[in-house]
């Protein structure tokens, strides 16, 4: 600790020798984070939830075609509108990694060798339809970023086709869906940035008045931000629905860090000269900040250490670069823009008068005004009743646990994000018009030596049969389907008459089904089912699959986007628990490293395990589902909430140093000082946090919810439970040093 100490007042010495150049440096910073910044791609949809897997990635680089949907709705018969389709399908066949484009277009120019003046014959061909879709069918293993280019493209030739007045175009599909969510995901950052600032502005100009440039920390966390910004790009950590919670999170934590130091300098220069006070206030409070910071970080850690979804793990991720570069900006932006400040108004020499010391000494001994004294009395009075008030706390955590397991669950993620968006209401209208949309097909990769053997061929056969039984699978399409719609309803005796019909299937076709050297299944679902029905689809399809006993050397597996994202979102969900405990382990090592004490590493974690189980409750009463976000608030809590009881703790020791203080007079004492302060401090962070409540964004909006809420219920079990908790390990700690005093007595 002593070396810790040191250490910071070591940099506030070099910082108040230089702040013109630390100021310089920290300009230098942002010009690199600029940079980075300019390098973050976005990741949407269901992609932001499936990991890197070997199956998925060979699926992806064999069969995986994106697709865009032009769905096109009038009298299609029309030799107008037929043209105009035509003049589309050709200009998108000739766009770079568009695969192929299927339209009606093609089975009319198939028929007659060009499109027909005569609405009577294009009628013959296609009938007498309201729509019609064009699909344009891209390239393997395309990433969203490079499919989006293609979107833009099917979009502005919907202009260059001329489609008559009576037709309406409308652009949809995966790609336009990503592009468009894209888009939001970037403005919705700007947003809840600005409304986060915005906010804190509020919180600092109301809160802490009476000190000098009170808006500066948000100067300095906003170029943590920006710090961040830059260390994601840099680091290849995409921005997703979930990683844009990160940034109001941001504010309202760094904003704490900055505060923190902006206060103990200005209390040092009540006494100090500016040279003096500088070194003297970054030791004293640059470790438990240090330490604070480090907990939240290791809450986020905890998330990444359990997730198994790339979007959560991006999302702790750049949480943990955000408070670790937040803190850093607190001390090369503040700190020396205050110093330089103080030197600029020249007036420092009556604030370090001996009159000044004495005012603020009968100040500080007169009284610690009322909210203080309410606070102060309140953990009085819970204290002397240390058993009942842990014990009704235990008992609502208790409830809490009990309830967590029939709180609603948010999973899917077309519930992620606005109902209203334009690409996610065409994708719908398209579904509803069509009957048809990428959620209600599954994909199975086939693998093995053998997949054009009839021996395999009737494994499928019989596959179709066993899963078609099953609830929920509407339909399966294979490769034994093809062969036998080419070759009479029968599937060929030997491999060479496999081959042989395979052969007169065009490529396109055949390669939706074989491609190098893998086989490909799909298994058709109904459309809008509930993500338990999704988990019980796949189940089915699953155990379908091993049932009827592929042949040996073949593998059958369940792959693609959407077999993958909703049960690895289920499962981050279903460890929430193991999540949290995993950060009561991470911030109790670190405060056993810190303390080397095993009464000061426990207790600020128990009012954090008691709010694990209260905000159950408190989700329970506001009917909040638990979102994979959600779901790593536990972590969260106990990192970010260690701060407030290690800062109530600490007092408390101190006090209870002090001659003739009783540890309920420490108590008292530690809650009335510190507790308005670290009230202060909460509603600070719950401003920040507070942004995400105004998120288009539905799981963003109900984690704003709940982070604000947990965040008062923190600041409750710091100032109600701590108290308590301190009485009862310190009066055992006390016991127990007594006893092995006596005990080596006795032996001696």
Do not use: C
């Amino acid at each position: 600790m002593g070396t810790l100490r040191g250490a910071f007042t070591s940099i506030g010495d070099r910082i108040q020798a230089r702040p013109v150049a630390t100021l310089v440096i920290a300009a230098l910073l942002i010009l690199v984070a600029v940079g980075g910044a300019a390098q973050i791609t976005s990741v949407t949809g269901d992609a932001a939830f499936v990991g890197s897997d070997p199956t998925y990635d060979a699926f992806s680089e064999s069969f995986d075609h994106g697709s865009i949907a032009v769905l096109v709705r009038g009298d299609i018969t029309e030799p107008a509108t037929i043209e105009a389709i035509d003049r589309y399908d050709r200009r998108m066949a000739k766009t770079d990694d568009v695969y192929m484009v299927r339209s009606p277009a093609d089975q009319i120019r198939a028929e007659y060798g060009r499109i027909p003046e005569s609405k009577t014959k294009i009628e013959a061909v296609i009938g007498s339809p309201d729509y019609t879709t064009v699909q344009i069918v891209t390239d393997t293993g395309l990433s969203q970023q490079a499919e989006r280019p293609i979107y833009s493209k099917a979009v502005s030739t919907s202009d260059w086709a001329r489609f008559p007045a009576s037709a309406t175009v409308t652009v949809t599909g995966s790609a336009a869906f990503s592009a468009q969510l894209s888009t939001l995901i970037q403005q919705s950052t700007q947003q809840l940035l600005g409304l986060a600032v915005g906010l804190m502005v509020l919180a600092l100009f109301f809160l802490f008045r009476g000190v000098r440039l009170r808006l500066l920390p948000i100067v300095a966390v906003f170029t943590g931000v920006i710090y961040t910004f830059g260390a994601i790009g840099y680091g290849g950590i995409p921005n997703s629905t979930m990683t844009s919670a990160v940034f109001p999170i941001l504010i309202g934590l760094g904003i704490d860090y900055s505060v923190q130091f902006h206060e103990r300098y200005e209390e040092e220069l009540e006494t100090n000269p500016p040279r003096k006070a500088l070194p003297k206030a970054l030791g004293g409070i640059g470790p438990p900040v240090m330490i604070a910071m480090l907990a939240a970080a290791l809450g986020f850690g905890a998330t990444w250490v359990s997730a198994s979804s790339p979007a959560i793990i991006w999302f702790a991720q750049t949480s943990i670069l955000g408070v670790l570069l937040t803190f850093l900006a607190g001390i090369l932006i503040l700190i020396p823009a205050l110093t330089l400040y103080i030197r600029w108004k020249s007036d420092t020499s009556q604030e370090y008068s001996d009159e000044s010391e004495t005012t603020t000494t009968q100040a500080d001994d007169s009284g610690i005004g009322l909210v203080g004294r309410i606070l102060g009395r309140g953990s009085r009075v819970l204290a002397t009743r240390p058993v009942a008030v842990l014990l009704l706390a235990l008992v609502l955590t208790g409830v809490g646990f009990q309830i967590g397991g029939s709180l609603d669950t948010m999973a899917d993620t077309e519930e992620f994000i606005p109902q209203d968006l334009p690409a996610y209401v065409d994708l719908q209208q398209f579904r509803a018009e069509t009957g048809g949309g990428g959620s209600t097909s599954y994909d199975v990769l086939v693998t093995g030596s053998e997949l054009k053997h009839p021996e395999t061929l009737r494994w499928m056969d019989e596959l179709e049969h066993v899963a078609t039984q099953a609830p929920l699978i509407q339909g399966v399409d294979t490769p034994a389907t093809l062969v036998k719609q080419y070759n009479s309803g029968e599937i060929p005796q030997t491999e060479a008459g496999v081959n042989r019909v395979l052969e007169q299937i065009p490529e396109q076709q055949r390669q939706r089904y074989y491609n190098d050297g893998r086989a490909h299944i799909t298994i058709v679902s109904p459309q809008d089912m509930t993500t338990a029905e999704v988990l019980s689809f796949l189940e089915n399809a699953r155990g379908s699959m091993t049932y009827s006993n592929p042949p040996p050397g073949v593998t059958a597996e369940l792959t693609g986007t959407a077999a993958i994202s909703t049960p690895a979102i289920m499962e981050q969900i279903e460890s929430r628990n193991t999540t949290t405990a995993l950060g009561v382990v991470f911030v109790f090592a670190l405060l056993l490293l810190y303390y080397r004490d095993l009464v000061k590493a426990v207790a600020p974690l128990v009012p954090m395990v008691f709010v694990v189980g209260w905000q159950n409750i408190y989700m329970f009463a506001l009917d909040l589902p638990v979102s994979p976000l959600g779901a790593s608030l536990g972590a969260m809590t106990v990192g970010i909430g260690a701060e407030y009881t290690i800062i109530v703790m600490e007092r408390y020791y101190e006090e209870k140093q002090r001659n003739g203080v009783s540890r309920l007079d420490a108590v008292e004492v530690a809650a009335g000082r510190v507790g308005k302060a670290i009230s202060v401090s909460g509603m600070t962070t719950v401003f920040g946090f507070s942004a995400l409540i105004l998120s288009p964004f539905p799981v963003l909006s109900s984690f704003g919810f709940l982070t604000v809420g947990v965040i008062f219920l923190t600041l409750i079990a710091s100032l109600a439970t701590l108290p308590p908790t301190l009485i009862v390990l310190d009066t055992l700690a006390e016991k127990a040093t007594i006893w092995r005093t006596s005990s080596k007595s006795a032996e001696a």
